[in-house]
């Protein structure tokens, strides 16, 4: 007799202690504490032939988004393509949804992983790879409305509905509906308060409402639920980080860097991209930063031959000018040349936007700040096609007005600048940016007006912020 979870999903297994060990690990996959492939092998282990525990060791794979994690993708699919005759239906659409991953047409893969929810709408394990899934491929609009596809078979009766909250909180928060996913995202945490995913959606929401006195006291009070043995800690760290950055607080960025992001040898991709997102971003402020690029493009340089993941490899980039390593830069221009010419997913990734940004970043450690800037102003508009979170991808309009600014083109630096400061008046680095391109652009009026209004912001800001450490530290 086969079981069903407490989502009504059916599984082909008729043991119920394996059901319940793969339902702890499926809980630990959601929540991204460790360690979940030990409770996958405890599922193996009641039960050899439970389909899912495979299929889920070829998920959690995918998630990773890095090529280290290939062959535990494959040996998941194949595992369980083992046991197909006695799988499931749904089952065994999990495993043809992870085979097309490790084809490399991420495309087709998802949209297999969205079907299982049109007929299976509870199961959480196909909710959330096709959630990341959405994020690795750019598509902001998706990460809300896959979720709300799904919503109305999910409330607080069934368990994991904080997970979905969660999800759908981020969704909104990527589509700028940020009053919307702060609720969702405080709602799924009354439900679940350990939930890293959900406290990070609101995380995204204070940096891109600009307050960051808000964000600090967030993340510094939620630290116990996100922070200890958990695989989004560092994520949730260059959160932190940002927000002291945007203050201007170098000294504090460097500390939380060192303590908690810094890269190791060891390290998975989605760690290493925010060391160089936090170093890049530093980099443009012209903040010495010491060795740390040495140590960061070091790690990179093993994955220059991938040509894995486009949005990898712009990171990796950074590093390599960071570190001033010619050598690297060339060798990962021509693995994308080639990753360019061929097919899959990631191919067009990289013809559309990973190739012309790593060339752009080339441009701008060589000095040749026109090519650049001309460079990225040809894909910033799609520049989402690669994957990430606008907060993430916000490196490519930082780099465009730093180039502008070197290659003299003021005005053009001035325009990007108020647009950001548009969309976020309350950012003291924003307002600061304003004054300096103001000034170089010779309009003594508007400087002085954006010069004053920078001033006060800082104050105000900064005010702000005492207050809240203050009552913090009470």
């Not at 368990?159 to 909250?165: E, R």
Request: glycine fraction near 6%; charge should be negative; proline fraction near 3%.
């Amino acid at each position: 007799m086969s079981l069903r979870d407490s989502r009504g999903n059916p599984y082909s297994s008729s043991s119920r202690p394996a059901l319940e060990r793969y339902e702890k690990a499926l809980d630990l996959v959601h929540s991204f504490f460790v360690d979940p492939l030990a409770e996958l092998d405890a599922t193996l282990k009641e039960d050899p032939e439970f389909v899912m525990a495979h299929a889920t060791r070829a998920a959690l794979a995918i998630l990773f988004g890095d090529n280290a994690m290939k062959p535990m993708l494959r040996q998941g699919i194949e595992a369980g393509e083992q046991l197909a005759q006695k799988a499931n239906d749904r089952e065994r659409r999990h495993l043809a949804a992870a085979s097309c991953w490790l084809d490399g047409d991420l495309v087709q893969g998802l949209r297999r992983y969205s079907e299982i929810l049109v007929d299976y709408p509870r199961d959480s394990l196909a909710l959330h790879v096709a959630h990341i899934g959405d994020f690795f491929l750019g598509q902001s609009a998706m990460l809300r409305d896959r979720i709300s596809q799904v919503l109305p078979y999910w409330d607080s009766g069934v368990p994991f509905y904080g997970y979905v909250l969660g999800m759908h909180a981020f969704g909104l928060e990527e589509c700028n509906e940020f009053d919307r996913a702060e609720e969702r995202g405080r709602r799924a945490l009354e439900l679940n308060p350990r939930d890293p995913w959900a406290i990070h959606a609101v995380a995204h929401v204070m940096e891109m409402q600009g307050r960051h006195a808000d964000g600090i006291d967030w993340l510094n009070a939620r630290r116990k639920d996100w922070s200890i043995d958990n695989a989004f800690a560092i994520h949730n760290w260059w959160h932190l980080a940002l927000y002291h950055l945007d203050l201007g607080d170098n000294e504090r960025v460097l500390e939380i860097y060192d303590q908690s992001i810094r890269a190791q040898p060891s390290s998975y991709a989605l760690d290493m991209i925010d060391a160089s997102a936090m170093l890049w971003r530093m980099h443009l402020r012209g903040a010495d930063v010491g060795s740390r690029w040495e140590e960061l493009a070091t790690c990179w340089e093993t994955t220059i031959a991938d040509g894995f993941y486009a949005f990898n490899d712009v990171h990796a980039m950074m590093s390599f000018v960071g570190a001033n390593r010619a050598d690297a830069m060339k060798r990962l221009v021509g693995t994308l040349e080639r990753r360019a010419q061929g097919t899959g997913t990631n191919a067009m990734m990289t013809r559309d936007v990973g190739l012309p940004l790593v060339r752009a970043l080339k441009d701008f450690a060589e000095g040749r700040y026109e090519a650049c800037l001309d460079g990225l102003a040809a894909i910033r508009t799609i520049a989402h096609r690669f994957g990430g979170s606008n907060a993430q991808r916000d490196l490519v309009n930082l780099t465009m007005i730093e180039a502008a600014h070197r290659a003299g083109r003021h005005r053009q630096a001035f325009a990007l600048v108020s647009e950001r400061t548009s969309f976020k008046p309350s950012s003291p680095f924003n307002w600061a940016l304003s004054a300096r391109s103001a000034a170089r652009i010779g309009d003594r009026d508007v400087a002085d007006s954006i010069s004053r209004k920078a001033t006060w912001q800082a104050l105000e800001t900064a005010g702000v912020v005492r207050r809240q450490l203050g009552e913090l530290a009470a």
